[in-house]
């Protein structure tokens, strides 16, 4: 598997801005029942956010709400110091959900192609070499409805690597990944955050955090 080469930084303004990622009193609700919130946190570039709990406890529906997919009950969400309209939310957030959001008869490559088309591509980093990182070189042709899960999460973290976002959403990414493959979550968080990026993670407690600057967030069943 090719290296993690150092990439072109995020589109952070300044690392001496606001933080990266910030929420106050968020909070959401289903059917008038509590889900999470309200939460307080901030994720400033170079660090992660471990967001830890059972299942049910909220973890998928905070990372929605962050990345726009569902509108919190209460709070409010800021990106560098600024509100987080949609087209921010756009530019700054790339989401790795548990959907692989793949095109199924579409190669693995077509594909990455694709996926830069609609969400950009950082520079100097091609499809081709993201899938030789993540281990997929080969595969360039095979269409993703013949990869198997660990493979397709594989091909969601080469679009991970392309965006051009500064703030990683991952939700369960070690999920369906063999040793080898929860390593490179590891490596692939860590030199994103090196270049200035952040990252917000989900995870049941499982998996140990990636060996970066990490802030925890435990959260619970609501009563």
């Not at 709990?53 to 905070?62: H, I, V």
């Not at 548990?98 to 694709?114: G, I, R, V, W």
């Not at 490179?184 to 407690?205: D, P, W």
């Amino acid at each position: 598997m090719p290296p993690l080469e150092p990439r072109e930084p995020p589109m952070t303004e300044s690392l001496q801005a606001p933080a990266l990622l910030s929420a106050r009193g968020l909070a959401f609700a289903r059917n008038e029942s509590p889900v999470f919130g309200p939460l307080d946190f901030d994720v400033d570039a170079g660090e992660a956010l471990l967001v830890q709990g059972d299942n049910g406890a909220g973890k998928t529906t905070l990372l929605r709400v962050l990345a726009g997919l569902l509108q919190a009950d209460a709070g409010r969400v800021e990106i560098e110091g600024r509100p987080a309209e949609p087209a921010l939310r756009a530019r700054a957030i790339a989401f790795l959900g548990h959907l692989p959001a793949l095109k199924a008869d579409l190669t693995s490559l077509e594909n990455l192609q694709f996926l830069c088309g609609l969400h950009g591509r950082r520079r100097g980093q091609l499809p081709a070499a993201a899938m030789a990182i993540v281990g997929l070189a080969g595969y360039e042709d095979t269409p993703a409805r013949q990869l198997s899960a660990g493979q397709r999460k594989r091909l969601s973290l080469a679009r991970m690597w392309l965006s051009p976002a500064p703030l990683w959403l991952l939700d369960e990414p070690y999920a369906n990944l063999d040793l080898e493959g929860l390593e490179l979550v590891n490596r692939m968080v860590q030199a994103h955050l090196r270049a200035g990026g952040a990252a917000v993670l989900t995870t049941h407690g499982a998996y140990a955090a990636p060996p970066v600057r990490t802030r925890l967030l435990p959260l619970a069943r609501a009563a």
